[in-house]
């Protein structure tokens, strides 16, 4: 192999770490309230505990930048030429992006959950799994009543789908250098991967559902809620 070739690939795994281990939330917060958001809410340093601790423009902030650490190294995987390697550049970078965002080394490895981080990569490489996870996400919600846990649920069976679906139109996506042939071998394990990853911060949400601790979401009740309150009025 082309030592440069490993060399980018080096240099990419570890930049997409080193910037996913940027944890948005807790420097923000830092910033604004010199309190670490982990102490604080569900603590999970992600954009919706940051939304719920310090208001909305806040939590979408920290959503926006949290989805460029998946953004930036996927655009980069898909632009620079690493020749017959570049389903390892699309893989690691996506990776440890992610890994960086959930183990983050200058936070001493306690970071989010990533879901920002997961689409800003997955809107590069295929747009059609964003719709598809944004689907599962809510269908399973809708059913169970649980998001957090039906979050890990949904991506692992979206990379499971991934496997078998064969359909070109599929598999077109946003990297100049990510054929179609390439994503549809290397986005499911790739996906699937990251299912693993989040693997370990996901299992105290599904034991909460037992406990009878994990926060339940009923997607529909604001709906019901004004219309109580406009019979209510009439």
Same mark, same amino acid.
């Given at each position: 192999?082309?030592?440069?070739?490993?060399?980018?690939?080096?240099?990419?795994?570890?930049?997409?770490?080193?910037?996913?281990?940027?944890?948005?939330?807790?420097?923000?917060?830092?910033?604004?309230?010199?309190?670490?958001?982990?102490?604080?809410?569900?603590?999970?340093? /992600?954009? #919706?505990?940051?939304?719920?601790? &310090?208001?909305? =423009? $806040?939590?979408?902030?920290?959503? *926006?930048?949290?989805? +460029?650490?998946?953004?930036?190294?996927?655009?980069?995987?898909?632009?620079?030429?690493?020749?017959?390697?570049?389903?390892?550049?699309?893989?690691?970078?996506?990776?440890?992006?992610?890994?960086?965002?959930?183990?983050?080394?200058?936070?001493?490895?306690?970071?989010?959950?990533?879901?920002?981080?997961?689409?800003?990569?997955?809107?590069?490489?295929?747009?059609?799994?964003?719709?598809?996870? /944004?689907? #599962?996400?809510?269908?399973?919600? &809708?059913?169970? =009543? $649980?998001?957090?846990?039906?979050? *890990?649920?949904?991506? +692992?069976?979206?990379?499971?789908?991934?496997?078998?679906?064969?359909?070109?139109?599929?598999?077109?996506?946003?990297?100049?250098?990510?054929?179609?042939?390439?994503?549809?071998?290397?986005?499911?394990?790739?996906?699937?991967?990251?299912?693993?990853?989040?693997?370990?911060?996901?299992?105290?949400?599904?034991?909460?559902?037992?406990?009878?601790?994990?926060?339940?979401?009923?997607?529909?009740?604001?709906? #019901?809620?004004?219309?109580?309150?406009?019979?209510?009025?009439?």
């Amino acid at each position: 192999m082309d030592p440069a070739i490993v060399s980018g690939l080096v240099f990419l795994a570890l930049g997409s770490y080193l910037y996913g281990s940027i944890c948005w939330a807790i420097v923000i917060n830092w910033l604004k309230e010199r309190e670490d958001i982990r102490q604080h809410g569900d603590n999970n340093p /992600g954009a #919706f505990n940051t939304g719920r601790n &310090l208001g909305k =423009k $806040y939590g979408i902030l920290v959503m *926006l930048l949290d989805t +460029t650490k998946g953004l930036i190294p996927a655009i980069i995987a898909t632009n620079v030429n690493f020749k017959e390697q570049q389903s390892w550049a699309v893989g690691l970078a996506a990776t440890f992006a992610l890994l960086g965002h959930c183990y983050p080394i200058f936070f001493k490895f306690k970071g989010g959950n990533g879901y920002s981080t997961i689409f800003g990569f997955m809107f590069i490489y295929n747009p059609w799994m964003v719709l598809e996870w /944004g689907m #599962f996400v809510f269908l399973l919600t &809708l059913i169970f =009543k $649980y998001i957090r846990p039906m979050q *890990l649920i949904a991506i +692992t069976a979206t990379g499971a789908f991934g496997l078998i679906i064969e359909w070109s139109f599929y598999w077109r996506n946003f990297g100049p250098l990510l054929t179609s042939e390439m994503a549809m071998i290397t986005i499911p394990v790739m996906t699937l991967t990251v299912a693993l990853i989040q693997l370990p911060r996901f299992v105290p949400y599904f034991f909460g559902i037992f406990k009878g601790t994990e926060e339940r979401m009923f997607l529909f009740a604001p709906l #019901f809620k004004k219309k109580e309150a406009a019979s209510e009025q009439e």
